[in-house]
């Protein structure tokens, strides 16, 4: 399967987000420095000075999926489904990503559906597929697409759903400051777009009307 990552391709204007140039280590040390100032506070105080190192080393973490591609993650599907073509679907796979707008968290639960054709996958390689597009600077809507838009492409089975339900703390820590707020977003390809038993039974089984 000679597949190619879009999500790295520069040239796609909807997905190039490749720096130019990395910034060193100490560049980002420095910048957390200044947005500790900015904050009002004193970068060389007790409290504070293993700070920019502990942020820098966290940043590699929360944004580690710029570094993983999807379609090898995904390459290895299983072919022989004895002839299963049921829906597959995975519940509350849990995630923590960051907002594209404030880097602030955005913790929830992604659900997952396919209905396949030939191909399955192991179970494990949908909560990986949540992470390569959770693990970056992220909108909800976006997200949601991404899994579902690539579990379409490797697979090609009948149909995809992902409906994700997340909190954003950019909205329950600032702003408008309604906390236990919820966001819904969900993305239905092939028999869950087109055929309304489907897209029930689907909504049905992860407990959503
Ligand atoms: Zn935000």
Same mark, same amino acid.
């Given at each position: 399967m000679a597949i190619k990552d879009k999500t790295q391709d520069a040239t796609n204007p909807t997905d190039s987000?490749?720096?130019?140039?990395?910034?060193?280590?100490?560049?980002?040390?420095? #910048?957390? !420095?200044?947005?500790?100032?900015?904050?009002?506070? %004193? @970068?060389?105080?007790?409290?504070?000075?293993?700070?920019?190192?502990?942020?820098?080393? #966290?940043? !590699?973490?929360?944004?580690?999926?710029?570094?993983? %591609? @999807?379609?090898e993650i995904l390459m290895r599907t299983f072919e022989d489904t004895e002839g299963y073509d049921e829906m597959v679907l995975v519940r509350d796979i849990p995630f923590a990503s960051h907002c594209e707008h404030h880097i602030a968290p955005i913790i929830g639960k992604v659900h997952i559906a396919y209905l396949p054709t030939d191909r399955v996958l192991g179970l494990s390689k949908l909560a990986r597929l949540v992470e390569v597009f959770s693990k970056r600077l992220q909108i909800q809507e976006k997200l949601t697409v991404q899994i579902a838009n690539t579990l379409d492409e490797v697979l090609e089975p009948k149909g995809v759903a992902v409906v994700i339900d997340a909190v954003h703390e950019c909205m329950t820590t600032r702003g408008v400051d309604k906390p236990g707020v919820g966001t819904i977003t969900s993305h239905m390809v092939g028999a869950f777009r087109d055929n309304p038993a489907t897209r029930r039974e689907f909504l049905a089984m992860i407990g959503q009307r």
């Open positions: 987000h490749i720096p130019l140039a990395m910034p060193s280590r100490e560049d980002a040390m420095k #910048a957390v !420095r200044t947005l500790i100032q900015w904050a009002g506070d %004193d @970068p060389d105080r007790d409290g504070l000075q293993g700070t920019p190192d502990r942020v820098v080393r #966290a940043y !590699r973490e929360h944004f580690r999926g710029y570094d993983m %591609d @999807p379609y």
